[in-house]
Protein backbone atom coordinates (compact mmCIF):
# COMPACT_ATOMS: atom_id res chain seq x y z
CA UNK A 1 0.00 0.00 0.00
CA UNK A 2 1.04 3.68 -0.08
CA UNK A 3 3.69 4.41 2.71
CA UNK A 4 3.09 8.16 2.11
CA UNK A 5 1.55 8.45 6.11
CA UNK A 6 -0.52 11.96 5.13
CA UNK A 7 -2.43 10.61 2.36
CA UNK A 8 -2.66 6.43 4.19
CA UNK A 9 -4.52 8.73 7.12
CA UNK A 10 -6.72 10.65 4.71
CA UNK A 11 -6.54 14.61 4.23
CA UNK A 12 -9.32 16.56 5.41
CA UNK A 13 -9.44 20.24 2.99
CA UNK A 14 -12.66 22.91 3.24
CA UNK A 15 -13.95 23.41 -0.17
CA UNK A 16 -15.05 26.92 -1.41
CA UNK A 17 -19.04 26.47 -0.18
CA UNK A 18 -18.08 25.15 3.51
CA UNK A 19 -17.91 21.36 2.70
CA UNK A 20 -15.28 19.18 4.42
CA UNK A 21 -13.45 16.65 1.40
CA UNK A 22 -12.19 14.09 3.25
CA UNK A 23 -9.41 11.93 0.74
CA UNK A 24 -7.53 8.54 0.85
CA UNK A 25 -5.04 7.70 -1.65
CA UNK A 26 -3.94 4.06 -1.36
CA UNK A 27 -1.77 2.27 -3.87
CA UNK A 28 -0.86 -1.55 -4.91
CA UNK A 29 1.81 -3.59 -7.55
CA UNK A 30 -1.24 -5.58 -8.13
CA UNK A 31 -3.50 -4.77 -11.43
CA UNK A 32 -6.26 -2.29 -11.56
CA UNK A 33 -8.96 -5.56 -12.08
CA UNK A 34 -7.38 -6.72 -8.65
CA UNK A 35 -8.40 -4.14 -6.69
CA UNK A 36 -11.23 -3.31 -8.83
CA UNK A 37 -12.32 -6.97 -7.42
CA UNK A 38 -11.86 -6.17 -3.97
CA UNK A 39 -13.82 -3.05 -4.40
CA UNK A 40 -16.94 -4.93 -5.83
CA UNK A 41 -16.97 -8.20 -5.43
CA UNK A 42 -19.30 -9.86 -3.14
CA UNK A 43 -17.15 -12.08 -1.42
CA UNK A 44 -14.16 -9.54 -1.53
CA UNK A 45 -16.27 -7.17 -0.17
CA UNK A 46 -17.59 -8.43 2.60
CA UNK A 47 -13.74 -9.51 3.86
CA UNK A 48 -13.11 -5.95 4.16
CA UNK A 49 -16.32 -3.71 5.22
CA UNK A 50 -19.77 -5.62 4.89
CA UNK A 51 -22.43 -6.85 2.18
CA UNK A 52 -24.64 -5.07 -0.47
CA UNK A 53 -27.78 -6.91 -1.06
CA UNK A 54 -29.36 -5.60 -4.69
CA UNK A 55 -29.22 -4.24 -7.89
CA UNK A 56 -25.24 -3.88 -9.38
CA UNK A 57 -26.14 -1.42 -12.25
CA UNK A 58 -26.25 2.85 -12.09
CA UNK A 59 -29.24 3.24 -10.36
CA UNK A 60 -29.46 0.20 -8.73
CA UNK A 61 -30.58 0.22 -5.40
CA UNK A 62 -30.22 -2.20 -2.46
CA UNK A 63 -29.04 -1.93 1.21
CA UNK A 64 -25.50 -2.11 2.60
CA UNK A 65 -24.38 -3.48 5.67
CA UNK A 66 -21.27 -2.89 7.54
CA UNK A 67 -20.70 -6.17 9.31
CA UNK A 68 -17.14 -5.26 10.92
CA UNK A 69 -19.06 -2.19 13.26
CA UNK A 70 -20.01 -3.29 16.57
CA UNK A 71 -23.66 -4.43 17.26
CA UNK A 72 -25.38 -6.21 14.97
CA UNK A 73 -25.16 -4.81 11.22
CA UNK A 74 -27.94 -2.90 10.04
CA UNK A 75 -28.85 -2.68 6.31
CA UNK A 76 -29.08 0.83 4.63
CA UNK A 77 -30.46 1.82 1.76
CA UNK A 78 -27.76 2.52 -1.10
CA UNK A 79 -27.89 3.66 -4.27
CA UNK A 80 -25.28 3.16 -7.23
CA UNK A 81 -24.54 6.31 -8.95
CA UNK A 82 -21.65 5.95 -10.94
CA UNK A 83 -19.90 2.27 -12.31
CA UNK A 84 -17.32 2.32 -14.98
CA UNK A 85 -15.70 -0.87 -14.09
CA UNK A 86 -12.75 -1.08 -13.30
CA UNK A 87 -12.18 2.91 -13.36
CA UNK A 88 -14.84 4.83 -11.13
CA UNK A 89 -17.41 3.71 -8.82
CA UNK A 90 -20.13 6.16 -6.98
CA UNK A 91 -22.48 5.30 -4.33
CA UNK A 92 -24.54 6.91 -2.13
CA UNK A 93 -26.04 5.55 1.17
CA UNK A 94 -28.00 6.27 4.33
CA UNK A 95 -26.34 5.71 7.49
CA UNK A 96 -27.91 5.54 10.55
CA UNK A 97 -27.75 9.46 12.60
CA UNK A 98 -25.93 11.02 9.66
CA UNK A 99 -26.86 12.90 6.47
CA UNK A 100 -26.49 10.70 3.29
CA UNK A 101 -23.16 9.83 1.98
CA UNK A 102 -21.63 9.93 -1.29
CA UNK A 103 -18.62 7.97 -1.75
CA UNK A 104 -16.27 8.53 -4.96
CA UNK A 105 -14.10 5.43 -5.49
CA UNK A 106 -11.38 6.42 -8.52
CA UNK A 107 -9.05 3.99 -9.51
CA UNK A 108 -6.16 4.08 -12.28
CA UNK A 109 -2.14 2.76 -13.57
CA UNK A 110 0.18 4.93 -12.16
CA UNK A 111 4.12 4.41 -12.77
CA UNK A 112 3.48 0.17 -12.89
CA UNK A 113 0.91 0.63 -9.72
CA UNK A 114 -2.87 1.08 -9.05
CA UNK A 115 -3.76 4.13 -7.15
CA UNK A 116 -7.17 3.90 -5.65
CA UNK A 117 -8.61 7.51 -4.89
CA UNK A 118 -11.30 7.54 -1.97
CA UNK A 119 -13.45 11.10 -1.39
CA UNK A 120 -16.22 11.79 0.56
CA UNK A 121 -17.63 14.92 1.41
CA UNK A 122 -19.18 16.25 4.68
CA UNK A 123 -21.25 19.18 5.74
CA UNK A 124 -19.39 22.68 6.93
CA UNK A 125 -18.50 22.29 10.35
CA UNK A 126 -19.22 18.73 10.88
CA UNK A 127 -16.31 16.75 13.40
CA UNK A 128 -14.81 14.41 11.02
CA UNK A 129 -12.54 13.06 12.92
CA UNK A 130 -14.46 9.47 13.23
CA UNK A 131 -15.29 9.09 9.97
CA UNK A 132 -11.30 10.00 9.04
CA UNK A 133 -10.25 7.33 12.03
CA UNK A 134 -12.94 4.86 10.75
CA UNK A 135 -12.07 4.97 7.21
CA UNK A 136 -8.69 4.82 7.74
CA UNK A 137 -9.25 1.36 9.39
CA UNK A 138 -11.35 0.79 6.27
CA UNK A 139 -9.02 1.91 3.67
CA UNK A 140 -6.06 -0.78 5.72
CA UNK A 141 -8.51 -3.42 5.60
CA UNK A 142 -8.56 -2.96 2.12
CA UNK A 143 -5.25 -3.27 1.49
CA UNK A 144 -4.92 -6.54 3.73
CA UNK A 145 -7.56 -7.77 1.47
CA UNK A 146 -5.22 -6.60 -1.99
CA UNK A 147 -2.04 -7.47 -0.37
CA UNK A 148 -2.71 -10.39 0.92
CA UNK A 149 -1.49 -8.92 4.33
CA UNK A 150 -2.96 -9.39 8.14
CA UNK A 151 -5.77 -7.89 8.43
CA UNK A 152 -5.41 -4.96 10.82
CA UNK A 153 -6.09 -5.23 14.01
CA UNK A 154 -9.37 -5.12 16.05
CA UNK A 155 -11.24 -1.43 16.24
CA UNK A 156 -10.36 -1.10 19.82
CA UNK A 157 -6.68 -1.89 19.36
CA UNK A 158 -6.42 0.47 16.21
CA UNK A 159 -7.73 3.29 17.97
CA UNK A 160 -5.69 2.73 20.75
CA UNK A 161 -2.60 3.01 18.27
CA UNK A 162 -3.54 5.25 15.25
CA UNK A 163 -6.22 7.74 17.56
CA UNK A 164 -3.67 10.07 18.84
CA UNK A 165 -2.05 11.04 15.34
CA UNK A 166 -5.93 11.90 14.59
CA UNK A 167 -6.50 13.83 18.25
CA UNK A 168 -9.00 10.86 20.02
Known sequence: MTEDLE???GIVTIEDDGRQRLEFRCSWPEPIEDVW???????RLARWIGVYDGERVVGGRGTF???????????????VVECDPPRR??????????DGWRVDLDLWREGGRTVLRFVQFFGAGADVTDFVLGWHWYMDR?????GGRS?????ETFLAATGPAHGR
Open 142 to 146: VDAEV
Open 89 to 98: LVIEWVQQDT
Open 7 to 9: TRR
Open 65 to 79: AMTHEEGEPVGEPMT
Open 37 to 43: SALTEPE
Open 151 to 155: VPADW
